[in-house]
């Protein structure tokens, strides 16, 4: 169990762009459940549907990786999923560690 004390809302906002870090943010304010949540599930099912729109009806039968990596759609929804996924994880630490501190 995480202890209970009050987080550094600048710190956190670091710890989201460290891999593994960005879970012991989620985890310090006690929402990593729900940021799991938000984040396989939502982004994954966003993600997956965007491999179907922009590659087609079978992209797993795609042999020529350059196939995939000059569609400039696939691109371009890869980068805009990545700065959704950063921006939304920013915001979500930052509101649930001023919460968190609220409590103390």
């Known amino acids: 169990m995480v202890k209970q004390k009050p987080v550094s809302v600048n710190w956190q906002t670091v710890f989201v762009f460290i891999p593994i870090l960005d879970l012991w943010a989620f985890y310090s304010v006690q929402k990593l459940r729900m940021a799991l949540l938000i984040f396989l599930v939502g982004f994954g099912a966003v993600g997956f549907v965007i491999v ?11 042999q020529d990786p350059d196939v995939i990596y000059s569609n400039s759609a696939y ?19 930052r509101r649930w560690s001023k919460d968190w501190n609220k409590k103390f």
């Open 52 to 62: 179907f729109v922009t590659l087609g009806s079978d992209p797993f039968l795609v």
């Open 75 to 93: 691109i371009g929804s890869s980068i805009g999923l990545a700065i959704a996924q950063y921006g939304l994880a920013v915001y979500l630490v």
